[in-house]
């Protein structure tokens, strides 16, 4: 147990990496010497203990001694049916311990309300399935004895939460996002802080800063805090620069995270004075409906031996409407100003209800509460939320108290919100599942439990190509420890058979990726018989095109995807709404190249010139070797191209001849002289081109503004830095030409102690580009001098007589934690830092941003995938209205949510004809010729000036007349082939053409895609 608690300590970042970056090393660890309990077992209370279990507390106790019923496997998927009639707790244990070896998981086994001391040794409790009465004595408890109190329910399509963490609760983080930073151009006598460059500041009132580097008013750089209150996008005000001294240049400025602290009020308080977070602000009147008619619910249990109101049974629900009333006399602030009988009447209907997606929303939202609890990571939800989907009811089947009532079926808890028909709805769809990650598994675990594709016409396609990988497990609750290495997509299936053996068969698990070379497998006939899409991907380029076929086939999507502790939800509608495609993300920042070789002034641009000189050093040079070696006619072709023929054969030259190592210790000299060269040599070149001293033209010191002048580094063994870069370069550089590695200091020291290290005399006459828009003045404007090419080109050993030799370039693999690719940039970063004075940054920040790594956390997959399911159900009820439907995006660290309704797709005209510019298309269902085809536009008064083919140009009416006499004849099928030089694919029964055409008036007008049948019809 020893050394479980020291795992805890050290944090396994291999385990929780993708989490680490959501919450930080100080919060996990605070979460990992914190003890949990969650009462209640039933689909809500496993999705909140599956997430914290997950997320890495000391420990979890689960409290639930009701038997299983068979209706509970309606949102509980660590229940079997082999489970009914056993403790729900003791059932649930077994399989929420295997999901972290570093979270035991016990059965607390005395109740709570008689025995309150038992939960003495707990930070927080977590009720869900227990009375009002119960909550008031457990909360009352909680606030006495410290104990963080969060009570949780779901009701059909109706959920609430509510949070405790009593007075004075200290927020050391109330945002997650990163402190900003920048450089200032100016401090004013009135506090005015300028930045430079007009570079936005990112601060909001209310921030605090500290300065450092500001000359002329020193005292200011002493680590005051100083809060700000902004004036516009480049200017903040710090209030009174009084006795700090008068402003003469330079300086930065970094944001501080403040503590912030709230006090919570009792559950008996907040009862009579509510505060709420709008969960919807289209539905401002909900809180305070939901808030009375929650509490009638329990009243009515209390009155009826535990028994929540009969599915659709109008009798209960005027009795549940009759206490909501009277409950809203007690409400001293935010009480209904009357009583919404419609609404209070389907929360009574559905009461009996239970819903894996509301668990899955709910359960995401109160494991995230938990851990701003224990953490003090993010600002907490205070004090009340209530959430509600009541669009997701169907409208193409009929409920009633006979089609809602039990059958004896594990979706019975889904039956009493939607009825039988519904449910037939459900089991008889086809799904594509595209991904099987994160966002993936929590999908088809929602899909397991509502019996989706298990009836005779249902199906559920799920594709990945990817493997398990040890970090996967943290947040993709599928898989297990024996699964890495393993496919995702296969023991996903089977992860969710086990939980629903009634999609034993139903599931056809692939590991294609989704994309144009696969479209033989992805076909027409595959797509076609689809009901819909659903996407769990975490790149771009997959997401478009998936969406471009859903809009072709004009089939349903639905999208989302997590960062950190942000999600969002997309719904894209046929014929309605616009597609995935239609907005675009921000594109990836990036640093100027100028800035990043020269000129860095931040911890991210040493980074990304760390991760260049890498691939420059060990992944470009093995390639170019390899290609020589393999390509006889790799050097002609080198020959003919223009920019850096002479540094590629430069490099081949070194690496097989002049740089080749044949032991490690040479391999320790290289790293040694590379040190030398980044960090010495280079910069003293530099400092030759542009000493400290220099200015400008207009007079300026060079160095000033955002430009920080660098010193060259001297070499020392015993420097952490210095030692971390030797040994990452010399077995890099090993492990290209196959010779074995070391980390043998003794070793180092005994190579290093005798190398002799030339003295470097900066060169007159080099160029450096001193500003990003300057033209860079070693820039290749063309073809290097050919005679020198060839002869460099000569001095290298025949391919011939190296038969069989090869170099191993490193590709990059970031999660590998032995092959040094993060270690050698980490300290190349770190040394480029040292050089020009900026902080330094350790191996987990170094690793996020070469590795471009999303941060990633249980709870917001959890939360999102359910908003995605409820949204499912609008589709598989046919809904055709966008006002039925939800985009999402959410934000738990704050927390916040928005919904809207999507966007409607764009719209058009050409002569007195409407068009859908998105799903609308000219369809032909033969495969006509192209004259046919300019005829059947010109009966549409249509004049067609460009007809194009992917990147084949087939028609344009500027053509000469003999090109379109041999092309008019031709079948479209003919006609690509004969341009582009390639056969159209045996399998492709369908070709999209895109036009340019005017209208009768002659005017340019935009117009649908075109879609031609080919000869396979």
């Known amino acids: 147990m020893k050394a479980e608690n020291e795992g805890h300590q050290k944090i396994d970042e291999s385990l929780y990496s993708r989490q680490l970056y959501v919450l930080g090393h100080e919060a996990m660890r605070r979460m990992a010497n914190s003890n949990v309990l969650v009462v209640g077992m039933k689909g809500l209370g496993v999705e909140i203990a599956k997430n914290i279990a997950l997320a890495g507390v000391k420990a979890m106790a689960i409290y639930d001694p009701a038997p299983v019923e068979l209706s509970d496997l309606s949102a509980q998927f660590f229940l079997r049916k082999e489970d009914v009639g056993k403790p729900r707790a003791e059932a649930s244990q077994p399989r929420l311990a295997e999901l972290n070896t570093y979270v035991p998981v016990t059965v607390h086994t005395e109740s709570p309300t008689e025995n309150p001391q038992s939960l003495s040794k707990y930070q927080v409790v977590v009720l869900t399935e227990t009375s009002l009465d119960d909550q008031l004595k457990i909360n009352e408890f909680c606030r006495q004895n410290k104990i963080y109190f969060i009570s949780a329910d779901i009701r059909g399509l109706f959920g609430s939460i509510f949070c405790d963490f009593g007075e004075e609760f200290s927020v050391i983080d109330a945002t997650g996002e990163n402190p900003v930073s920048g450089i200032i151009s100016d401090i004013n006598e009135e506090g005015l802080v300028t930045a430079l460059d007009e570079t936005r500041h990112g601060l909001e009132d209310g921030d605090h800063v500290v300065f450092s580097e500001v000359e002329g008013m020193e005292k200011i750089n002493d680590g005051t805090p100083r809060k700000v209150e902004v004036k516009g996008p480049y200017t903040f005000s710090i209030g009174s620069v009084e006795g700090l001294g008068k402003y003469v240049r330079g300086g930065l400025f970094q944001q501080v995270k403040m503590p912030k602290i709230i006090n919570f009020k009792s559950l008996a308080d907040q009862l009579a004075k509510p505060e709420f977070l709008m969960s919807d602000f289209a539905k401002w009147d909900r809180p305070s409906q939901l808030h009375v008619g929650f509490q009638a619910l329990s009243k009515f249990a209390s009155a009826h031996a535990g028994k929540l109101p009969r599915p659709m049974n109008d009798q209960d629900a005027k009795e549940v409407i009759a206490l909501a009333g009277e409950i809203a006399k007690t409400v001293e602030e935010g009480a209904p100003e009357e009583i919404d009988a419609k609404l209070l009447s389907e929360l009574s209907y559905q009461a009996q209800g239970y819903l894996a997606p509301m668990a899955a929303f709910f359960g995401g939202l109160t494991a995230q509460e938990v851990l701003k609890a224990l953490s003090g990571k993010f600002h907490p939800l205070v004090q009340f939320m209530y959430f509600d989907s009541l669009e997701s009811l169907p409208t193409s089947t009929a409920r009633s108290e006979e089609s809602c009532a039990p059958i004896g079926s594990r979706y019975d ?146 999208e989302s995807g997590t960062l950190g502790t942000k999600g969002n939800t997309q719904v894209v509608l046929p014929n309605l709404s616009e597609s995935y495609s239609s907005s675009q993300d921000p594109p990836e920042k990036s640093f100027p190249m100028c800035t990043v070789k020269s000129f860095p002034n931040r911890i991210e641009h040493t980074i990304a010139w760390g991760r260049e000189v890498f691939d420059a050093s060990f992944v470009n040079p093995a390639q170019s070797v390899n290609l020589y070696l393999s390509q006889p006619s790799f050097i002609e072709s080198t020959l003919k191209q223009s920019g850096n023929q002479k540094e590629i054969l430069e490099t081949i030259r070194d690496y097989l001849a002049n740089d080749k190592p044949l032991t490690f210790e040479q391999c320790i000299e290289w790293g040694r002289l590379k040190f030398e060269k980044l960090f010495n040599n280079d910069i003293q070149q530099l400092l030759h081109v542009f000493p400290k001293d220099s200015v400008t033209s207009s007079g300026t010191p060079f160095w000033s503004g955002p430009k920080r002048a660098p010193d060259p580094l001297v070499f020392d063994l015993d420097n952490q830095e210095h030692q971390d870069f030797i040994v990452a370069a010399a077995n890099l550089h090993a492990s290209n030409y196959g010779l074995n590695g070391s980390s043998d200091l003794n070793l180092y020291r005994k190579v290093l102690d005798s190398m002799m290290i030339p003295d470097f005399k900066p060169q007159s006459g080099v160029k450096i580009q001193a500003n990003d828009n300057d033209p860079d003045p070693n820039a290749s404007s063309g073809f290097a001098d050919q005679d020198e090419l060839k002869n460099i080109a000569e001095s290298l050993p025949a391919p011939a007589t190296l038969a069989g030799y090869r170099l191993t370039p490193a590709d990059f693999e970031k999660d590998d934690d032995s092959n040094f690719h993060i270690a050698f940039i980490t300290a190349a970063s770190n040394l480029r830092a040292l050089n020009y004075g900026i902080q330094v940054a350790d191996r987990h920040k170094t690793k996020l941003i070469a590795g471009k790594i999303i941060p990633a956390i249980a709870t917001t997959t959890a939360l999102v995938t359910g908003l995605v399911t409820l949204e499912l159900y609008k589709l598989i009820d046919g809904k055709d209205k966008l006002d039925d439907y939800r985009n999402g995006f959410i934000n738990l660290a704050l927390p916040f949510f928005g919904f809207s309704e999507p966007i409607a797709s764009p719209k058009g005209k050409y002569n007195d004809t409407e068009v859908d510019k998105l799903w609308d298309r000219f369809d032909f269902e033969h495969n006509l010729t192209l004259k046919e085809l300019l005829a059947a536009f010109e009966e549409k008064q249509l004049d067609i000036t460009m007809l194009s083919y992917g990147n084949a140009l087939l028609y344009a009416s500027f053509f000469p007349p003999a090109k379109l006499k041999d092309r008019y004849p031709m079948k479209m099928t003919e006609l690509i082939e004969h341009v582009s030089k390639k056969p159209v694919p045996a399998g492709r029964r369908n070709m999209i053409f895109e036009i340019c055409a005017d209208d009768r008036d002659g005017e340019d007008v935009e117009v649908p895609f075109v879609c031609v049948k080919t000869r396979d019809a």
């Not at 947040?475 to 393993?486: E, H, I, M, S, Y």
């Not at 009634?502 to 033989?520: F, N």
């Not at 595959?526 to 095109?545: C, H, M, P, S």
């Open 413 to 558: 808890a889904q039956i009493a919100v939607f009825g039988r028909d519904f449910q037939d709805k459900i089991s008889n769809t086809k799904e594509f599942l595209v991904g099987a990650g994160a966002i993936g598994c929590e999908m088809l675990k929602n899909w397991a439990m509502m019996g989706l594709a298990t009836g005779p016409k249902g199906s559920i396609h799920v594709t990945d190509m990817d493997s398990i990988e040890r970090s996967n497990l943290n947040r993709q609750f599928l898989f297990r420890a024996p699964d890495v290495g393993k496919l995702k997509s296969e023991r996903a299936a089977v992860a969710v058979a086990v939980m629903n053996p009634e999609l034993d068969g139903k599931i056809t698990a692939l590991r294609d990726r989704v994309g144009e070379d696969t479209e033989d497998i992805f076909n027409e006939d595959f797509w076609e018989v689809l009901d819909g899409i659903t996407n769990a991907l975490d790149n771009v380029e997959a997401r478009v095109y998936v969406d471009r076929r859903c809009v072709f086939f004009r089939k349903p999507l639905l």
